[in-house]
């Protein structure tokens, strides 16, 4: 099996190369990247000796290289995106051209070159908006509340659109909130740990009674391998782990495993259309493919709060701005 991974040196690109590697030792993976802003060559150094991995430098939006790559892969598992929401309030154009002109680069390419290659595009679960009551279903409607959403939602009707006019072999995935190993220094949870290791205040939108539902990157992975492999063309698979907590409570945990003081907790004015809620229903994966998530969040979190104390080599180079800074927006209190 030869698998195109898009934006691997990524959160979840690195570590879903990696998973694939280590699960599978009859798969090679290539992996395209840019290295733009939420990219590190450091994610999969421990790959670079590894034969079955290859890095390409490389845009999604390069027509001319996407059409020459398709030829050689069996599957295309596409997780190449922009992904901060703050960042696509402040500049919502460069979340256009990457997370949907980007897909569309793909969906053309593999309709020229059209060999059987699948392809996995790696969504979200804020195409569905919030919900303050129940869980999104496969077949509810997409009602974004802002650019990254809505670039992210425009992508999945392009992939949805090329599988029933040409016939293009296409699965979704939508996933609830990612932590662990390896991710920015800008998202909540490694954003409350650094802080907190620098004894600065953890500034928290709002209330902090919006809630999320946070599953551990590995069994992300494992669910997307899960749909790769077993996946029917076509459909859209939600990938959650039921682990519904608030923003503040989130904090907490992470001050609890620290050691650090609650007091360091800060509120600050809340961010343009905050969505309350996300909840997702995974009961379609689960059932039809007999993927489950295998982490508990206390483990896991526990787990992570542990590689980012002994890991400040990598994220400490990536902090300085965004950790130390106040967001584009009015913020107040956050040092």
Not at 116 to 124: D, E, F
Not at 192 to 208: C, E, F, H, Q, W
């Amino acid at each position: 099996m030869k698998i195109l991974v898009t934006g691997g040196l990524g959160f979840i690109g690195s570590n879903f190369c990696r998973y694939l590697i280590t699960k599978h030792s009859n798969y090679e993976i290539a992996n395209i990247d840019k290295i733009g802003i939420d990219a590190n060559l450091t994610n999969l150094q421990d790959l670079e000796k590894e034969k079955r991995y290859r890095f390409i430098k490389g845009d999604i939006c390069n027509s001319q290289l996407i059409n020459k790559i398709v030829k050689q892969v069996n599957v295309i598992v596409n997780i190449a995106a922009e992904t901060h929401v703050d960042r696509s309030i402040a500049n919502p154009t460069t979340f256009i051209q990457n997370n949907t002109l980007g897909t569309f680069a793909i969906l053309e390419a593999l309709r020229k070159h059209n060999d059987n290659i699948r392809l996995i595009q790696v969504s979200t679960d804020e195409i569905y908006g919030e919900i303050e009551e129940g869980s999104f279903k496969e077949n509810d409607r997409s009602k974004p509340s802002n650019p990254y959403s809505a670039s992210k939602a425009a992508a999945d009707m392009f992939v949805m659109a090329y599988h029933k006019t040409y016939g293009l072999d296409v699965a979704i995935t939508r996933c609830t909130n990612n932590y662990g190993p390896y991710q920015i220094p800008e998202k909540l949870i490694p954003k409350t740990i650094i802080r907190a290791l620098k004894n600065l205040r953890v500034p928290i939108y709002g209330s902090g009674k919006n809630v999320r539902d946070w599953i551990y990157v590995q069994d992300h992975c494992e669910a997307i391998d899960f749909v790769l492999r077993k996946g029917v063309s076509g459909e859209i698979y939600n990938i959650s782990a039921e682990n519904e907590l608030p923003n503040i409570e989130v904090a907490r945990k992470i001050l609890d495993l620290l050691d650090k003081p609650e007091d360091l907790i800060t509120f600050v004015e809340d961010r343009p259309g905050h969505d309350i809620r996300y909840s997702l229903n995974s009961s379609k994966i689960k059932s039809k493919l007999g993927w489950k998530p295998k982490s508990s969040f206390e483990e896991a979190l526990d787990a992570t709060v542990n590689w980012y104390v002994r890991n400040e080599w990598w994220w400490k180079p990536l902090a300085t701005e965004e950790i130390l800074h106040p967001t584009p927006w009015k913020v107040t209190d956050v040092q």
